[in-house]
């Protein structure tokens, strides 16, 4: 009962107050009344012997509508709808009460002006304590955030104002202090967004940049579209100046400081998104038991992100590195909460024909994607061994197993390096190449899918570079003329089922690209991106080419050509299919040369495209 006092109480209190306020209302409207309108001294002696109907009435019609239990810290726009219902009642309720005592009804300006004194008594009573927090707020903020970093906005809609907004209203100080916006707009310059002022169009940044000393740029555009985007972020980036942006994320709620990002180095790629085809995916993923190996690696893992959207039977993650296979165990279970039982992990080795053969023999896989490979050129150039092993014994077991098993489908994950290849990687994945399409013609449609390098993938380019910017450099570039082919992971992961679902046994399947990308290019943006300048903050130093190390890279063999398919960023690869027998003397002789003999000159007499003596020069590519 105690514990309900205080509030009876403040309920009291607060409905006697707009009690006091209704009868000031109706004072101030009875003076307003005599002495400037009527000059009638007998209504205010009227006004006075209605107080006690008017109190009483106001104060049952607050109670009634709940007037009191607001918490007018926190007051929304049906509170304040609530309250002006509350006020025109109790208003409309004394100026009849005033009829009753007097006998006819008085000038209807006299009720109206009682409404609006009311009213404005009421509300600005419940909204003066918001109005002193924003302001010590702001006042406080805008002090302590003015010597924070100086940031230019890009962007005079919702999304800035929300941002704004943001920084106006964090409990804690923002390193941020916002200079001001920048827009393309002509209408908008001049004007202002909460107190920010529109400094000029895109290209007078260089000049405000300089003017106001900016050091970083958020872009809050976040409905911009892929190429709107890049654009802006490589205009923004030519500045020198750190770049921040909003991701599309935030148009679905209201943006703040968290929905901002670093610029990565795939959002310059400018590259479409892919959109998968929910019936072809349907015709060989959804309801069917789907096997992926090396499905804890980048590709692999990204596969099963994707496949998992599409309602899979069941799937089957088969690594032989345990921490990376639980890792996207867990997070497919935390995000898929309804399908938790369908993720199943087995650790094991490619190069194990056993215990591929139990799992096979566990879950009777109708798709399997064949992730698993080692695909570190140095390291295989010192291993060809394990490259051997791994990249070809190790597929011809996955292979077999699935064939022995009634797999429907085999999707190998081949690689642009299989095509005339300089190294032992990517000679390995030619023959694994060879291997599986020669198997294609009975109950298993085997096909590969071959791509080039992958954006922030186990041992890309791009991790490296970015955690030698973090250590102030050098970053090492093996060749100034070096150029890769990049897609994205989620990118490659889609066209890879994409292909899949065109299969039907025996084909090569070839990823678009799009344009090549100069490393060296790549490390001078990297550079950039982080706020630095190349040369000067950060040293780019050149290393030599490794060994196996092309120039460039090749997506197709010369005699191979390309056909179009129904997908724009999918071709398929005009390729010769090696009998049994061939098949069948490749391995005689790789497995004999793993007992002691030159590997490599092994895997040049079987291969003929496999050329590790032979330099590659630009001037091939120019041709």
Not at 168 to 184: F, K, Q
Not at 363 to 387: D, T
Not at 546 to 559: F, I, N, Q, V
């Amino acid at each position: 009962m105690k514990s309900k006092s205080p509030y009876l109480i403040r309920s009291i209190l607060s409905c006697l107050m707009d009690c006091l306020f209704l009868n000031i209302a109706q004072l101030a409207s009875g003076l307003i009344f005599t002495y400037f309108l009527k000059n009638d001294s007998a209504i205010l002696l009227i006004y006075y012997q209605a107080i006690p109907v008017s109190t009483f009435v106001c104060f049952l019609i607050f109670i009634r509508l709940g007037i009191h239990k607001n918490l007018w810290s926190f007051i929304s726009f049906g509170d304040l709808i609530r309250l002006t219902i509350a006020v025109f009642l109790a208003s409309f309720s004394s100026y009849v009460a005033l009829r009753l005592i007097n006998g006819y009804w008085q000038n209807p300006i006299f009720g109206v002006t009682t409404f609006y004194l009311f009213l404005s008594m009421s509300v600005g009573v419940r909204l003066l304590p918001t109005l002193l927090r924003f302001a010590r707020r702001h006042t406080g903020q805008a002090a302590r955030n003015s010597g924070g970093i100086p940031v230019l906005v890009v962007g005079a809609g919702e999304a800035a104002d929300a941002l704004i907004k943001d920084l106006e209203t964090a409990a804690l100080p923002s390193p941020y202090h916002i200079v001001g916006i920048v827009d393309d707009d002509i209408k908008k310059l001049g004007h202002a967004l909460r107190g920010m002022r529109i400094l000029g169009l895109l290209k007078d940044m260089p000049a405000i940049i300089k003017k106001y000393n900016i050091q970083e740029i958020i872009i809050a555009i976040p409905s911009a579209t892929t190429e709107q985007r890049r654009e802006l972020i490589a205009t923004t980036l030519a500045t020198g100046c750190k770049v921040r942006y909003m991701s599309r994320v935030a148009e679905l709620n209201e943006p703040t400081m968290a929905d901002l990002h670093d610029i990565d180095i795939s959002d310059l790629l400018g590259r479409p998104e892919v959109y998968l085809n929910p019936d072809s995916m349907a015709t060989y993923i959804t309801g069917h038991t789907i096997l992926i190996t090396g499905g804890g690696g980048s590709i692999g893992s990204e596969l099963c992100r994707q496949i998992m959207r599409f309602d899979p039977a069941e799937l089957i993650i088969f690594d032989h590195y345990e921490n990376n296979a639980s890792d996207i165990a867990q997070e497919l279970r935390i995000v898929f909460r309804d399908k938790i039982g369908k993720v199943h992990v087995r650790i094991g080795s490619v190069q194990d024909r056993a215990r591929l053969d139990a799992v096979f023999s566990e879950f009777q896989p109708q798709v399997v994607f064949h992730a698993a490979a080692y695909k570190h050129v140095p390291l295989m150039e010192e291993c060809p061994a394990l490259a051997v092993h791994n990249n070809v014994f190790g597929t011809y077991n996955v292979a077999q197993v699935a064939l022995a098993h009634h797999a429907r489908r085999f999707i190998m994950i081949s690689t642009d390096k299989a095509v005339n290849p300089t190294n032992v990687m990517g000679a390995s994945k030619r023959i694994a190449e060879l291997i599986i399409q020669s198997m294609n013609g009975q109950e298993t449609e085997f096909a590969a899918v071959r791509f080039g390098n992958v954006l922030g993938s186990n041992g890309s380019v791009v991790p490296i570079f970015r955690r030698q910017i973090e250590t102030g450099g050098p970053v090492t570039i093996t060749h100034p003329d070096i150029i890769r082919y990049f897609m994205t992971i989620p990118e490659a992961a889609r066209l890879v089922l994409q292909a899949g679902a065109m299969a039907r046994g025996g084909e090569t399947f070839v990823l678009d690209m799009g344009e090549p990308v100069k490393i060296l290019d790549l490390a001078k943006t990297m550079i950039e991106m982080a706020g630095l300048i190349p040369g000067k903050d950060i040293e780019i130093i050149y290393t030599g080419l490794r060994p196996g190390e092309k120039l460039y890279e090749e997506l197709l063999l010369s005699a191979e050509g390309a056909i179009k398919t129904t997908n724009n960023k999918i071709y398929l690869a005009r390729s010769t299919i090696i009998t049994a027998k061939e098949r069948r003397d490749m391995l005689n002789k790789l497995h004999r040369a793993l007992k002691g003999a030159d590997i490599k000159a092994c895997m040049m007499e079987i291969l003929p495209s496999y050329r590790p003596e032979a330099p590659a020069v630009i001037e091939d590519l120019e041709q």
